[in-house]
């Protein structure tokens, strides 16, 4: 189905792995379109209720935007493979199921930004963040600048994006970019045993979470208004009923996501 991904679907988690190994899982336009296909799949299957995307190999989560394709473009190509990458990885962010990064080693350029459109980030101790762009008279396309930004704050952010350099998971940790470091052979048990425990809570809360901390960064959207509403749309909730209830009955809740 895919001709880039790996994905298995295991406990309501839908896995997906980039599968270009032996590039260092750079991201071409076939992982493009497979990541546009990949981001539909999960909005339409009821079975996800949550994601988790990490690369093939032990090396690197993604080494980047694939270099290989840069050469032959012209401006107003690039411009469009730009808006392109900026609107994959915006609906990942947008998507209201929670979708995890398991950086497994190198992400840099397009692959940090991948993992910083996730939700959240988890590191192996090989892992190694970066936006190299500037070495190739370049500067990130699908977001990094910004969402760089946000995550580590501007000093740290400019430093990275105008050096070059790399970071490694513990500074990583430190700068607030990833949640958690662990043994790469964990990486993914210690990413399945969060996302069982958020599988646990009340889908729907969960989708008005991530819509609410998103609007923080949406100079159009009002996040304390957007607040009153979902929290106010909850209550029209079968899930809200349940686990008030289940509170008040001293029982755990079942969420049906309605
Ligand atoms: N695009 C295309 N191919 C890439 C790539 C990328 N972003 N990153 C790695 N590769 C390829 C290499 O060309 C090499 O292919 P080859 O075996 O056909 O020559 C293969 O992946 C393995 O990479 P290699 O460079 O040999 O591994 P390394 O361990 O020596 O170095 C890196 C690892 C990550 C430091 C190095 O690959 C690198 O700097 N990659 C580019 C990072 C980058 O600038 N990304 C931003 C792009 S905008």
Redesign the pocket.
């Known amino acids: 189905m895919y001709q880039t991904l790996l994905t298995t679907l295991g406990n309501n988690v839908l896995t997906i792995t980039i599968n270009r190994p ?3 899982n ?3 336009k076939d992982v493009f379109t497979d990541l546009e296909n990949v981001i539909t799949e999960i909005e339409q299957n009821e079975e996800v209720r949550s994601v988790i995307i990490t690369g093939a190999g032990s ?2 989560f ?9 050469n032959s473009l012209n401006k107003g190509q690039a411009v469009a493979m730009a808006k392109r990458g900026q609107d994959i990885f915006s609906r990942m962010e947008r998507c209201t199921k929670p979708i995890v990064a398991a950086v497994n080693g ?1 992400a ?4 940090c930004e991948l993992s910083m459109a996730c939700h959240f980030r988890i590191a192996s101790e090989n892992a ?1 963040f ?4 500037v ?2 008279g ?1 500067i ?2 699908y977001g990094g600048t910004q969402r760089l930004v946000q995550l580590i704050g501007k000093g740290r952010a400019i430093e990275l994006l105008i050096s ?1 350099n ?1 970071i490694d998971a513990n500074t990583a940790l430190q700068y607030g970019l990833v949640n958690y470091v662990v043994k790469q052979d964990e990486l993914l048990s210690k990413a399945r045993s969060i996302l069982e425990t958020i599988n646990s809570k009340a889908p729907l809360a969960i989708a008005a979470c991530i819509k609410a901390a998103n609007a923080v960064y949406d100079e159009t959207v009002n996040g304390f208004d957007l607040e009153v509403k979902e929290f106010g749309d909850c209550f029209d909730t079968e899930d809200m009923k349940e686990g008030t209830a289940a509170f008040l009955e001293k029982r755990k809740a079942l969420f049906k996501g309605k």
């Open positions: 032996e590039k260092l750079a991201l071409n090396k690197a993604v080494a980047g935007a694939d270099i290989t394709e840069f190198f840099l350029g397009g692959g190694r970066g936006q190299p762009e070495n190739l370049l990130p396309g070059a790399m």
